[in-house]
Structure formats: C-alpha cells, structure tokens
C-alpha cells in the first residue's frame, strides 16, 4: 500500500463520467437508504450494501472520490484557482469536471449536492428517469440495467476511459489539465487502471457478481488500461485545441523532470532523466511522458505479439516526429493512437491464461526493455504494473499469499525508489526493479 503514501495527492483527482444519457442527476443521497447502499455493515444478500460507508471512509483511498471537492476548498485549491484567475475553486467549472458530479446541461433533482465530490452517478451514469428506479426490480438483470443507462464498468474499456477522463484528461468540460494549471500546483497525474480499480473497490466478486459480469482478470484490466491510456493521449495530442499552449506545445503531455531540475552553475551535474533507446528524440528535448507506450510494448510483445512489431514501429515513428524527422508530429500521434487502439479490441476479446502475467513481467524486466525505465513517470507506471500483476498472480491462485508477502520487502523498495521525484535516480531504481523481478520470476 506503499503507493498511496506516495501518490495520495493522485487519488484526489477523481473520474467523472462519460455518458451522454439525456436523464437527470439524483445525487448521493438518493442511493443512501438502509435497504438500498447505506448500510452500516456490508451483510446484503445481493450486494454488499454498505457503498456509501465504503464511498466516504474518510482515511484510505476508497473515500478519495468523496474528498474530490473538498479539496477544491482546501489551501492548494484556492491557490490554483487564484493564480489562474478562476475565483472560487469551488465554483469553477475548469475544476468541478473532475472535482464533481459535473455535467453541463443535464437537470439535478431534489437530493443532488454538488458538494458530494464525485459520487455514484460519476462513474454509474444520471439515474434519474433511467436506471434509478429498476435496477433494483426483481426482474432486473445487468443486461436490462445497461439498457436502461448503467454505464457498465465490468467492460475493462469503458471502466478506462471512464476513468481516464479525469485521471489523464478528455475533451468534456472541465476534464484537461493544462501545463499552466500544473504551474500554478495542481500536482502530477497518473493512472493505472487495475490497481486504482483495487483502492476504489467497493464490491465483494463473488459467485453472483461472477454469474451477471464475468469475473474480472486482473491482467486484462491492467493491459487494457495500458492501451485505453495510450490511445487517450496520443489522440489528445492529436487534437489542434489540445496540442498547443500558445506559441509553445502543451507540456502537460511531456515528461516534467526531464526540465524540472535543479540548475545551478557548477561542474557536478545531476541529471533527472537518461537518454532512452525507445525515443529517437535530440539530448535536451522535452520528451513525451510514454510511461504507458513502454508498458503497452510488454504487453504487446507477451499477449498480442502480431501486433508488437507494429506498435513498437509506430511509437518510435511519433517519438522521432516529436524529434524533427518522419511524419508531422500529429499524424504519428493519430497513427500510434490507432494502434493502440487495436491492442485495445485485441486485448478485451483474448481469453487469458494463468502464465500471462509472468510472460509480462519477464518483458518488463528483459534488457530490451529496461534500460527504457530512465525517468520518473515510466519507472513509477512500472513498479505499479509489477504491484497489480502479482496481485494479480495471487487472485488467479498462481501464487500463493504467503509467498507474495515474502517478496513484499522487494517491491517496497522498488516503490521507495520513486517515492520522492526529486530524489530519483535511474539507475538505483532498475536495480530495485531488478531485485523485486527476479523474487517474482523465482515464484513460476
């Protein structure tokens, strides 16, 4: 759980939805009732019933959707905001998108506050007039509740971009962080969807959750949030309104530590970032923040190696676009975009084996890809992947929880590596990551 400590500030930046569903928001409290989800203790003979209580707990990662606003009111909030010339940061829309249940245009019944942060109809979708009041109807099935207007999220492409819409960035209103707003402190966005689907999981998968969605594999929800992650922001590069900030490209795509270093006048030193054999990009250009591209290539070369080569033509063609030479940037980024897209379908439609995660950390940690891990960003998404895909190992019965836990200690330190940005160094992390691979590698 060392990641939360480290990335905490991350899960204050919550996932709205993505549904155009003309019906109406309801809020929080309408899901509240006893018999409904507002049980103190999970005991429901269907579903837990207590996923307010889980929703709001106020000390882990499972209640960081709750806390969205209130952040907003908070000391960094408000000085975002009035650096940016926003006023109230609990009023501005460029910071509800993701903050709130914030949906221009769609009516807000009796109950609804946006003050709840992002609740239930975030990522489930507007209730009212539409699932609300059969969902919970004895004839009702998850077929008839999608139909109606669930958002279904046991589909790992529409949990992702669900997800991604705040916790890398969309098109919808309020849902893009800009370099400037980085500038004025909004902090470092990150995302991997199978470990943040863990912290905010409020469900128990069970035999009935198995029967009405299929159980969920832990390895496919981690690729295909690699790939959704990839074609979200090569296609918002893509994007004209997106690609610049004035006369300068939008850095919020680029790798941060690369510039942000120390500089002083002085013959030591200390670099934050390595040159990468997997960017063809000139030494001292800001590079693009790839930390899914590299883990997308693991993937694509372990699960779906028709398209590896491919993918990995097409990433190198946008990095040296980015460096000058090929196509324009913004057609490489459409092409890549493309590509991973095609992973996407690939990667939801394969069945899955108990060998697949070994096969991918095994590429995560060969010398053709490690030597990729030279900055911040790509090491952190790593040591992630290597997290959920042992858990993953352990879910699937592959690898028992004990010996899980005995290389705990090997993981911890890979994820102390990337602990602190400034303090990164390089090379102490693939020694790390090295240490911890080779525990995993020992289990198989």
């Known amino acids: 759980m060392r990641v939360i400590a480290a990335f905490g500030l991350l899960l204050a930046l919550p996932s709205t939805t993505s549904t155009t569903i003309a019906s109406s928001l309801e809020g929080v ?74 949906i221009p245009g769609v009516e807000r019944g009796a109950k609804f506050q946006l003050s709840d942060g992002v609740g239930c109809e975030s990522c489930h979708g507007p209730a009212g007039d539409a699932w609300l009041s059969s ?27 669900v997800c991604l819409d705040c916790h890398y960035g969309s098109t919808k209103p309020g849902q893009f962080v800009t370099h400037e707003m980085m500038a004025a402190g909004h902090p ?29 594999n832990a390895v496919r929800f981690w690729a295909v949030g690699q790939a959704e992650a990839v074609k979200r922001a090569t296609g918002l590069f893509a994007n004209p309104e997106y690609a610049m900030e004035g006369v300068f490209p939008q850095y919020y795509f680029f790798d941060c530590h690369s510039c942000h270093r120390e500089i002083q006048d002085s013959n030591q030193r200390r670099l934050t970032f390595e040159e990468n054999p997997g960017r063809p990009i000139p030494f001292g250009n800001a590079p693009f923040n790839d930390e899914s591209i590299i883990m997308l290539t693991a993937v694509a070369g372990a699960l779906v190696p ?9 990433s190198r063609d946008f990095h040296g676009a980015l460096g000058g030479s090929g196509a324009s940037p913004r057609e490489a980024a459409m092409q890549l975009s493309r590509r991973a897209g095609a992973l996407s379908n690939a990667l939801s439609q394969r069945a899955y084996a108990n060998s697949d995660a070994f096969n991918v950390i095994d590429i995560i940690g060969s010398n053709a890809l490690r030597p ?8 952190v ?18 690898v028992t929880p004990g010996a899980a836990a005995g290389i705990r200690s090997s993981i911890n330190k890979a994820y102390a590596a990337v602990e602190e940005p400034n ?22």
């Not at 209130?70 to 960094?76: E, M």
């Not at 990729?372 to 090491?379: E, K």
């Open 29 to 102: 409290a309408s899901c509240a009732g006893s018999t409904c989800h507002g049980r103190a203790e999970g005991n429901g003979a269907v579903v837990r019933q207590d996923e307010i209580a889980t929703w709001q707990e106020p000390s882990s990662a499972s209640g960081a959707h709750s806390r969205a606003y209130a952040v907003l009111a908070g000391r960094r909030g408000q000085q975002i905001a009035r650096s940016l010339g926003l006023g109230n940061a609990t009023q501005a829309k460029d910071c509800l998108g993701c903050h709130a249940t914030y």
């Open 306 to 314: 028709g398209q590896a080569d491919a993918f990995k033509q097409a």
């Open 372 to 379: 990729r891990f030279t900055d911040y960003s790509g090491s």
């Open 188 to 216: 470092r966005v990150s995302f991997e969807l199978d470990l943040f689907s863990a912290l905010q999981q409020h469900h128990d998968i069970d035999a009935d959750y198995k029967r009405r969605k299929r159980a969920p």
């Open 381 to 398: 998404q790593a040591v992630m992947a290597v997290d959920t895909l042992l858990n993953g190992l352990v879910t699937s019965g592959r």
């Open 135 to 161: 969902h919970y109807a004895v004839p009702a099935t998850h077929a008839s509740n999608v139909a109606d207007g669930l958002i279904p999220l046991s589909d790992p492409k529409v949990r992702a971009n």
């Open 423 to 444: 303090s990164y160094n390089p090379a102490d992390f693939r020694t790390a990551l090295a240490s911890a691979l080779a525990s995993i590698k020992r289990l198989r």
